[in-house]
């Protein structure tokens, strides 16, 4: 189902997870459907890999009573009143109450209530979805395994209140239908997975070009592949293709240029122009 905006209405907690992260990763990911597997992602899979097995069942709403024992893995709840959806890697009972737990690599931050905001608000969602289907759930966790630590969350109004908004905020920029800006000399950017497509430095760079205080320092791209080579396609509406001489071709209307350098159909590009400045 779409709504007006043309975007799906069923919004899910992994996309509200990226808004907080960076919104134009959101908008890359969510709008523009983009998706580039990285180290990051692919050990994520591997974390994932025991909990997306589905495993035991859920029972009915109605039927939770205390005492009862639940473990279901891999299950997915969603709300057509609230326009979204989660994968839950498990839920579990506590003390009579429903707990989501949420699988993630790494590890918490060392300050604050442990939690990483963009954990907080998917962990959160999991949580609003149990309570809107009717179970008892006032807390959750996440899980990071590189620390082996089971960080809670407890619901909370402001937690509901910061869920809400933020739901409003990421339907608003999806529907803008206009990339947000990229992150200025984030460390979050040489590990995001779309950082070959997103090019936050080279758009800061050409758009921003040097402001006092801010950086303009363009950091190198590392190519995901050992035979892989960044490639830096600077003028507008210019496409790339190989051609039977076993070279690669940029196009602008009209000239062809050609690339000295020997390129093979094998050799992946890490790295193309961004499709929208910001
Ligand atoms: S590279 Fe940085 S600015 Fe670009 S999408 Fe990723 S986190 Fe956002």
Request: hydrophobic share 35%; net charge neutral.
């Amino acid at each position: 189902m779409e709504a007006s905006d043309g975007q799906p209405e069923t919004l899910p907690a992994r996309m509200l997870n990226e808004f907080v992260y960076c919104p134009r990763l959101f908008y890359l990911e969510w709008v523009q459907g983009e998706f580039v597997e990285s180290v990051d992602t692919l050990d994520g899979h591997r974390t994932h890999r025991r909990v997306d097995e589905e495993r035991g069942s859920l029972p009915k709403a109605e039927e939770w009573a205390e005492g009862l024992k639940v473990r279901a893995r891999a299950l997915s709840l969603s709300s057509d009143r609230l326009g979204l959806v989660a994968k839950l890697d498990l839920l579990e009972d506590e003390e009579g109450k429903a707990c989501p737990v949420d699988y993630k690599r790494g590890h918490g931050p060392k300050d604050g209530d442990g939690l990483w905001d963009a954990d907080r608000i998917q962990l959160g969602v999991q949580m609003l979805l149990a309570r809107e289907n009717g179970y008892p759930c006032e807390r959750g966790y996440v899980y990071y395994a590189e620390t082996r630590q089971r960080v809670p969350l407890l619901w909370t109004e402001a937690l509901e209140r910061l869920i809400t908004e933020t739901v409003v905020r990421a339907r608003e920029v999806a529907a803008e239908g206009r990339i947000p800006a990229p992150l200025v000399d984030s460390p979050k950017c040489p590990r995001c997975s779309l950082v070959g497509i997103c090019l936050p430095d080279e758009v800061g760079f050409l758009s921003r070009g040097p402001k006092e205080g801010v950086s303009v320092e363009v950091r190198p791209l590392l190519a995901a592949k050992d035979d892989a080579l960044p490639l830096y396609v600077h003028r507008s509406a210019t496409t790339t293709s190989s051609c039977r001489s076993s070279r690669l071709r940029t196009m602008r209307c009209p000239s062809t240029y050609r690339l000295k350098a020997p390129w093979s159909p094998s050799k992946a590009i890490c790295s193309r122009s961004a499709r929208e400045g910001p």
